[in-house]
């Protein structure tokens, strides 16, 4: 289809007062389901997918700038992945990991090779990941500080930030830095304390006796795409090494090539400890690592930890199709480029729209601050075909797809300025 053509269809769309409603957990007229209801989910349903465009069941075409929040950074079903994935069905999907896997092994050697690590444990999501690295933080911590003077001895706790997202386990959960998230749960896991982000004097003030790690996320992305100053990630690394404690990075959002690096905290000039990785890494099935030094990786022996599906060789092929893209500095220079172009064209429609706060973003993780709620803004957009998100009331999130093309910038752009215009 044409772009004038798909123009038409992203235009026509559902009615803005059902997404809005339902976009706020009521779900009038929807009929009752068997799933738990975990998610407020809007009353959209979408069958089939290409590149930056998603189609629902009647027909309708969207354009998709959240891209599975961060999940389909290389676009719906992209070719060489599908591709792979095809292959790949036909001939081994599953085995166990009691048995050398591989095609895990090459992906394990690409993660390697693009970036400070020597050895990768696989999982199947982000808070796997990060349970993983909690895991370990503690397990090396222990074992290197066996046989020290006894005030030395005992460390296992981790300084984490506020605001931040680290997942939904019981100890993922308690790492982030959102009550909303902890509430109806607790007794919490032991051993979390938070400080404010992008603060490293308030790191250093919350260092205890008992202190193994901190944990951040290099940009905060549930968090409203917070940015911290070029300072603060250095200062980090400067803390953990005069202290002796670990620097665990979260780049489950904001890895892989989403802010026009293949890794986030290249832009710091830094390195961690340990990273933690999911979301995009096999371009939409499940799959998460952790990654470490080998003095850390040390740590973890047979029986430490596991997965049953972990690193399955149907998400390895799929891996390793996606990171012969994603690893290619052509491609980072392009997301760069591109996301430098979406800002600038934000920042055009802000000084129509005193609505619009501020712009704010790096490569493609790119959010528009509102003076007021962006909820209903977010439901008006879906209902003419553009999806984005909204964190913590009033930010429009957007994460489109790194193939994403200008054309399709401009389309989302035209739409959210009509959004704007129309209804607010
Ligand atoms: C920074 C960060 N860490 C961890 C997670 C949890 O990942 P998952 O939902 O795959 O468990 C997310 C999810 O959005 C995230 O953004």
């Known amino acids: 289809m044409g772009q004038e053509g798909r123009t038409g269809m992203v235009n026509q769309a559902v009615s803005s007062e059902d997404l809005t409603s339902a976009s706020t957990g009521e779900k009038g007229g929807l009929p009752s389901s068997a799933l738990m209801s975990t998610y407020a989910r809007f009353p959209v349903a979408f069958v089939r997918g290409e590149g930056t465009r998603l189609w629902d069941e009647t027909g309708r075409e969207y354009l998709d700038f959240l891209a599975g929040i961060g999940v389909n950074n290389l676009g719906h079903c992209p070719p060489t992945v599908v591709a792979a994935i095809r292959a790949q069905a036909g001939v081994l999907m599953h085995t166990s990991n009691l048995y050398r896997i591989p095609l895990q092994e090459q992906v394990a050697q690409r993660l390697v090779g693009s970036c400070f690590a020597d050895r990768v444990f696989f999982c199947n999501s982000g808070a796997e990941a990060n349970e993983a690295a909690i895991k370990l933080v503690r397990k090396y911590t222990q074992e290197r500080d066996r046989g020290r003077e006894r005030a030395q001895t005992g460390r296992f706790e981790i300084i984490t930030a506020g605001n931040s997202f680290h997942g939904r386990t019981m100890a993922t959960l308690t790492a982030t830095g959102q009550d909303k998230v902890k509430r109806g749960f607790e007794p919490l896991v032991p051993g979390f304390r938070h400080v404010p982000y992008n603060q490293p004097e308030a790191v250093e003030k919350a260092i205890t ?6 944990l951040v996320e290099p940009i905060q992305g549930e968090g409203g795409i917070v940015i911290p100053d070029a ?3 250095p200062a980090l690394r400067a803390i953990a090494d005069r202290h002796g404690l670990l620097l665990v990075l979260d780049e489950v959002q904001t890895g ?6 293949v890794w986030c905290h290249e832009w710091s000039g830094i390195t961690p400890d340990i990273m933690t ?6 371009a939409g099935l499940p799959m998460g690592a952790c990654l470490a030094t080998e003095e850390v990786a040390r740590a973890f022996s047979p029986g430490s930890h596991g997965s049953t599906f972990g690193g399955s060789p149907l998400v390895s092929a799929a891996a390793l199709a996606t990171l012969d893209i994603l690893l290619d500095p052509d491609f980072l220079a392009e997301v760069s480029a591109k996301g430098d172009y979406l ?12 609505m619009i706060k501020t712009v704010r973003g790096r490569g493609l993780m790119i959010a528009v601050e509102l003076n007021s709620p962006a909820e209903e803004v977010l439901g008006v957009c879906l209902s003419r075909g553009l999806l984005l998100s909204c964190q913590l009331g009033s930010t429009l999130r957007f994460l489109p797809p790194l193939t994403v093309t200008r054309a399709e910038m401009d389309q989302a752009v035209a739409i959210l300025d009509g959004v704007l215009m129309d209804s607010f």
């Open 209 to 214: 006796p008992a202190t193994a790690a901190i």
């Open 231 to 233: 300072g603060y990630l």
């Open 256 to 261: 892989l090539g989403r802010t026009g690096r």
């Open 277 to 282: 990785v999911a979301k995009s890494l096999a």
């Open 343 to 354: 800002v600038e064209r934000l920042r055009t429609l802000q000084l129509r729209h005193d």
